[in-house]
């Protein structure tokens, strides 16, 4: 293979317009300047570093990017980080304490096997953490928790050992 | 004595970090101002490409560089033919970037490198490509036709492999049939659709001259090797990394997909470090696929049931390129007879060029294939001479005194002969019937009916060759400091819980917690000798490499311990993280042992001041290290299984069909299997669950529909229906446990087993409860509703 003895010069940015954002991520301020298009997904993972939320197909069905956007859930991927001004912005990486003992919904999943690659967990995680945050009571049936489930795609676990962590959950967290 | 660990249901050692957010994928993995890089690929399946202008892409702002197959020097080549097989005729590889043609909607033709992936993809959408298209035919079996628009112009009729396989005398068993059931039964193109895509980074490092790669492979030691032969580089010189993978499903075993060759060559060229992360219309046109397979299957038998002889003859679509082989296509031949006695078999396939994307192996690799030829053909020979589809199963299975059941003459994808070691069909087969509690489905199905809903029962029996070889190794070793012990092995886990299952065996041979036990692999400076994580072999193959490793050290711990105890080896157990003379509290912990073990120790640490109050652990005179001797406490092995070791198992289910919305609920799936001995039931229980809902998927849903011109119409998550939580029913796993005879763990395969039985059990119970109706037969999957109206119709119903 030919290598070129002269370094070439690549540039460092792009001409995109960018403007400032500043929001709060997991309770921290940050205000940063970004590109106008860059997707919320991509601001909190390689601007900020928080790499938890995944991105599995950006277009919206997956649901590996849910993050909870003012305590609801949202996806990342169909965000722009501009469209996040001025709002609170919830990430994976904010649920465990800070020794790295589990959330209640973490725990769960552990001990159920919950899950398999991992890849969809945080975004699944944090689907249910939004629906446990909201006062009304869970529907805990097997098709409540799967109507619960139906915005996040799982290609490992088949479901089954989902839907008694999310059970499991309810109970380690007192909302059975 | 601590409980054995072998067996436990164990929660997973790496689960606290991916459920942190703390896993590194290839993307989250931190890279110093890294390029990125995307693709312009071929709108055209088949089409010559006039001319390339990438000027205006070169000049876009942010862009580093546009590659085609003009500047990609030595890489302007046909990727490797993995694996040759005599029986193909005309092996075609697709090149990185295409040159001259285009083969499939989706060939890379150009790559654009530069500061983000916005840009790259602007720039890419600049590169100016002038196509003429050419004629396709993407029906499988209008493409071997005479006449029929080639995919590449040497292979006649686009056959790209004809082979057949035959055992004992089918000819002369046909012949005294008194019986022949024959069935035409088609399943379509799927894929793997792994949540995490395929993704790739590259840095070279200029000073060491050392390329390192992370990759979310299946295969990193063997892509080590195809990639130093490629860029002309030694081995020693590149690292590959597969770090946490997001599932693999075998999308992932394939190599070389074009990126995985352009990017290390980018980051070589640039000097600087270039990632390419797939996008999921990336990965539904550019990443392989499976599953199109077309049987004629028949049966002969006699009118007791007994089935005496088999012929198959099957078309496989194989995509543009064959890489793979005949894997796929070898897997569903040699798998066709089940777990029945069949003493006379014929089978014969055809693989046919497609212009489409190649297909190589999806969990499962052709075993779905075969058992929804065979067991919906068993269904139909049952129907036929009135038996019931319990009775005819039990009249020809293998018997449990007839274990090892050779087949001999047919080859599997190892290419060592068949011979089926061990398993209780029988006994399987009557405890699903209990499960789904037979004797009572007439009154479920009339209790259906009054609901206005229409009840069947399906059922489906596989086999499943598994553990193939040919070796893998385990390296073992207890830290000096820590007293833990580090673990190596030749694979990658996509999900799998490799690091847990291997932590079990390892500490039962050295009395230490599971969660002592670190599992490193998928890295190639941490473990280079072994093959990959496929075929349902990583617990088989390497489990029991680690297991044999292990009783290494384990002896070699006893030894030294006793040493330094100064009593005799025997008098020494190993648990609870130290080695104990028995029935004694005097103990050493392992950390002393290892540290005692090393010649040279500085007291920085309590197990060095600890080992230096005991003897010495090895007795000798002359140097310190004896001649022959190694300091520490470690070990390597190997295991080379002798052949395929054959899981099976039998599923069963009770499904709802509703005759006005043509919707199919399945109201109850209960699984029995037998993979011998299991390390982890939790784990099993995942694996079978995970397969099971990807069977689900492909029994109901999942279908890449291509337009007649090559376009794939669904290649999104929208339209191309995995199924979620709502479509996967409750699942019933019921273990059965006989050992393999053939390794020490008496341990078989279990990853793809899940997946291979369900597109049969759902057709097989759809058309059991449309029965009633004369729906007629369903012998094609994904059943869809728009097929089970057809039937209706066709009925009058």
């Known amino acids: ?11 460092q940015t792009s001409d995109d317009p960018t403007l400032k954002v500043s929001l709060t991520v997991n309770g921290e301020h940050v205000e940063r300047v970004v590109s106008i298009r860059m997707l919320l997904s991509d601001f909190l993972r390689h601007e900020l570093g928080l790499t938890g939320t995944h991105v599995g197909c950006e277009h919206g069905i997956c649901g590996c990017c849910t993050v909870l956007i003012d305590g609801k859930s949202a996806r990342s991927c169909l965000t722009l980080a501009a469209q996040a001004q001025g709002a609170e912005v919830t990430t994976i990486e904010a649920l465990a304490e800070e020794d790295g003992g589990l959330h209640a919904i973490q725990q769960a999943f552990k001990e159920c096997h919950a899950l398999q690659c991992g890849f969809c967990t945080p975004g699944m995680i944090m689907n249910i953490f939004g629906r446990f945050n909201e006062p009304q009571p869970l529907d805990l049936s097997d098709e409540g928790i799967r109507t619960m489930l139906s915005g996040n795609l799982c290609r490992c676990t088949g479901y089954v050992n989902i839907i008694n962590a999310v059970r499991r959950a309810a109970q380690l967290a007192g909302r059975a | 004595m601590s409980t054995r660990q072998f067996g436990a249901r164990i929660e997973r050692n790496i689960d606290p970090k991916l459920l942190r957010g703390e896993g590194a994928f290839v993307d989250d993995i931190p890279l110093p101002q890294p390029l990125h890089a995307a693709f312009v690929r071929s709108p055209f399946a088949r089409a010559r490409i006039r001319s390339i202008n990438i000027t205006a892409a070169e000049r876009h702002p942010g862009v580093a560089t ?14 490797p033919l993995l694996i040759p097989h005599p029986s193909m005729k005309h092996p075609h590889t697709q090149r990185p970037l295409a040159r001259g043609d285009v083969y499939y909607v989706g060939q890379c033709v150009a790559m654009v490198v530069a500061v ?21 035919e993407m029906d499988l079996e ?17 056959l790209a492999a004809h082979f057949v396989q035959f055992s004992g005398n089918p000819d002369d068993a046909f012949a005294k049939a008194e019986h022949v059931t024959r069935i035409r039964v088609q399943i379509d193109r799927s894929t793997a659709a792994p949540l995490e895509c395929r993704a790739i980074a590259a840095i070279w490092d200029a000073v060491s001259e050392e390329l390192t790669v992370w990759d979310g492979t299946q295969a990193p030691i063997s892509l080590r090797g195809g990639l130093a032969s490629i860029l002309k580089l030694d081995e020693d010189k590149v690292r590959v990394i ?33 990632k390419y992360i797939e996008d999921r219309r990336e990965n539904f046109i550019g990443s392989s696929q499976e599953r199109t397979q077309i049987h004629y299957i028949e049966l002969a038998a006699k009118k007791t049931g007994e089935v005496v002889g088999l012929r198959d003859s099957f078309l496989h679509d194989t995509g543009a390129f064959i890489p793979y082989g005949i894997a796929v296509a070898q897997v569903a031949s040699t798998s066709i007879a089940g777990a029945y006695r069949i003493p006379n078999i014929w089978v014969e396939f055809k693989a046919v060029y497609t212009p489409a994307v190649q297909v190589t192996p999806y969990r499962g690799c052709g075993r779905p294939h075969a058992c929804f030829a065979l067991e919906r053909a068993m269904d139909q020979l049952a129907e036929d001479l009135g038996l019931d589809r319990f009775e005819i199963r039990r009249r020809n299975f293998i018997s449990e005194k007839e274990f090892p059941y050779p087949r001999e003459g047919l080859l599997f994808a190892d290419g060592l002969k068949v011979t089926l070691d061990s398993g209780q069909y029988h006994k399987a087969l009557d405890m699903i019937g209990k499960a789904l509690d037979v004797t009572n489905l007439e009154a479920a199905k009339e209790k259906a009916r009054s609901e206005g809903k229409y009840l069947g029962l399906g059922l489906a029996f596989y086999v499943e060759g598994t553990g193939l070889g040919p070796y893998e190794g385990g390296h073992v070793r207890i830290h000096p400091i820590t007293g833990k012990v580090y673990v190596n092995t030749g694979l990658t886990s996509q999900g799998q819980g490799h690091d847990t299952v291997f932590a079990q065996i390892v500490a039962d041979q050295l009395g230490v917690k599971p969660q002592d036990v670190i599992v490193v692999e998928g890295d190639t400076k941490a473990y280079d000798w072994g093959v990959a994580t496929f075929a349902s072999r990583a617990a088989v193959v390497s489990g029991n490499a680690i297991h044999k490793t292990a009783m290494v050290v384990r002896e070699k711990t006893i030894k030294a311990a006793a040493n330094m105890m100064e009593v005799d080896g025997a008098d020494i157990e190993l648990h609870d993280g130290a080695a104990w003379v028995k029935g004694s509290n005097r103990f050493v912990p392992l950390a002393a042992v290892a540290t005692a073990t090393n010649p040279l120790r500085y007291a920085f640490n309590e197990a060095a001041q600890a080992a230096t109050q005991f003897a ?13 001797q190694a300091p520490g406490l470690e070990g390597t092995d190997y295991y080379s299984p002798p052949h395929a070791t054959w899981a099976y198992g039998v599923h069963g289910a009770l499904v709802e069909v509703d005759a006005d919305l043509c919707a199919v609920k399945i109201q109850k799936y209960v699984c029995i299997h037998d993979c ?3 390390i982890n039931p939790m784990i099993v229980e995942g694996q079978v669950h995970g397969g099971i809902a990807q069977g689900v998927g492909g029994a109901l849903y999942e279908r890449l529909e291509y337009e007649p011109s090559g376009n794939l119409a669904n290649a999104n998550f929208v339209d191309f229906l995995v199924p979620y939580a709502t479509e996967i029913p409750n699942i019933e796993v019921i273990h059965l446990e006989t050992p393999s005879p053939l390794n020490p763990l008496g341990v078989k395969g279990v990853g793809e087993a899940g997946c291979i039985a369900v597109g049969a059990v759902v057709a097989s119970a759809v058309e059991e409860a449309l029965k009633p109706l004369g729906a007629g037969k369903f012998h094609h999957v994904p059943l869809t509703p728009s097929m089970i109206q057809a039937a209706l119709d066709r009925a009058g119903a």
């Open chain 2, 116 to 136: 983000n992936r916005y840009v790259a993809e602007d720039a890419a959408a600049l590169v100016e490509v002038d196509y003429e298209p050419l004629d396709v």
């Open chain 2, 66 to 79: 546009v590659y085609t197959c003009e500047n990609i020097a030595d890489l302007d080549i046909e990727m």
């Open chain 2, 242 to 274: 597969a770090p946490n993978v997001g599932g693999g499903f075998g999308q992932k075993i394939m190599m070389f997909h074009p990126d995985e060759l352009l990017v290390p060559m980018a980051a070589m060229k640039l000097g600087r470090p270039v």
């Open chain 2, 676 to 678: 011998g001995n299991m």
């Open chain 2, 142 to 158: 209008k493409a071997v036709r005479d006449g029929a628009p080639l995919v590449h112009a040497d292979a006649p009729n686009n």
């Open chain 1, 1 to 11: 293979m030919t290598r070129s003895n002269l370094q070439r010069h690549v540039g």
């Open chain 2, 616 to 628: 010495p652990a090895s007795r000798h005179d002359g140097p310190p290290l004896a001649e022959g």
